[in-house]
């Protein structure tokens, strides 16, 4: 189960300007996180490939594409939630089908549903695929809040073997590290990655380290080898970047520094809208500053 930890990209799609998904592009980015950022693995199918704007069939595709392009190089997790619990499953089994290593699935958010729900959710998912599940929690984007006990009362089910902790509450993380020591943690706040790591997390899975990967894998591994000070000089240099990414609008700038580096990154799906050309100048500027 551990081997499933390390630095996993939060897997950019490209798309055309009509929205439709541009597989020459896609596949650019994933050699380009596998060759020049050196990540140990992919998420595929989570809010950086702007997976809840795409159709099933397009979900499934992209599933496709990080199959044939990772060669089996890297590990690869399918993110399957959906508000949809029969399109979940579909999914879930066609990762199966394909040979992802795991499931991770968003916390079912919108329609406020109780705990009961949510671990219904999750049960059904696992039993109708067999498959090993990550729990995507998120709360500032779903509202939904998953306290230490119903994380435990989720692990009883022997396929839930970890979380995606894309929270800033750090007192849990600690309380979670020390309470499931079995469990694979994920950091998901970048910015946030060597805290995280300081308290143990197994791995990180983010949106930045499409084009920033090798900078958060030394972060991890300095860390995990004790050198905090060495690390802190890392994140500072990374938080600057991601500080700068955020400021001009999150994934527009990611993929307008994928550009920059010669990966064909294309546009954001709409409603995302596009970037002002002083944006995308601002884009280059940090991506000639920070990348290279
Ligand atoms: O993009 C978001 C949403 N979070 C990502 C990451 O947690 C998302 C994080 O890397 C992810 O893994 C996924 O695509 O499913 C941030 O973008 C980064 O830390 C900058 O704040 O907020």
Request: glycine share 10%; proline share 1%; aromatic share 10%.
């Amino acid at each position: 189960r551990k081997e499933l930890g390390g630095i996993f990209s939060a897997l950019m799609v490209a798309f055309n300007e009509k929205g439709g998904i541009n597989e020459r592009g896609t596949r650019e980015i994933i050699r380009h996180n596998i060759d020049v950022m050196g990540v140990d693995g992919l998420y595929v199918g989570g809010s950086t490939g702007e997976n809840f704007m795409l159709a099933t069939e397009e979900k499934m595709r992209v599933f496709e594409i990080a199959v044939e392009e990772a060669k089996g190089k890297v590990k690869l997790i399918a993110q399957v939630g959906s508000l949809n619990l029969q399109e979940a499953i579909e999914l879930g089994r066609y990762a199966k089908e394909l040979g992802y290593d795991s499931l991770s699935a968003v916390t079912p958010f919108y329609y406020k549903f109780d705990f009961e729900e949510i671990k219904h959710y999750y049960n059904a998912i696992t039993e109708a695929t067999e498959m090993d599940m990550i729990v995507y929690s998120i709360p500032f984007l779903t509202g939904v809040n998953i306290n230490i006990d119903q994380f435990a009362e989720l692990f009883e089910n022997k396929y839930i073997i970890g979380v995606k902790f894309t929270a800033g509450d750090f007192f849990l993380l600690e309380r979670m590290r020390k309470s499931f020591p079995q469990h694979l943690l994920y950091a998901g706040f970048d910015e946030m990655m060597l805290s995280a790591t300081v308290l143990g997390v197994d791995g990180a899975i983010g949106s930045t380290f499409n084009v920033n990967g090798v900078r958060a894998k030394k972060i991890f591994e300095l860390a995990k080898e004790g050198r905090v000070d060495e690390a802190r000089e890392i994140q500072h240099t990374t938080n600057d970047l991601i500080e700068g990414i955020l400021d001009n609008g999150l994934y527009q700038t990611l993929k307008e520094i994928l550009k920059d580096q010669g990966v064909d990154a294309g546009y954001t799906k709409q409603p995302m809208k596009r970037l002002s050309s002083e944006k995308i100048e601002r884009a280059r500027e940090l991506s000639k500053k920070y990348i290279g």
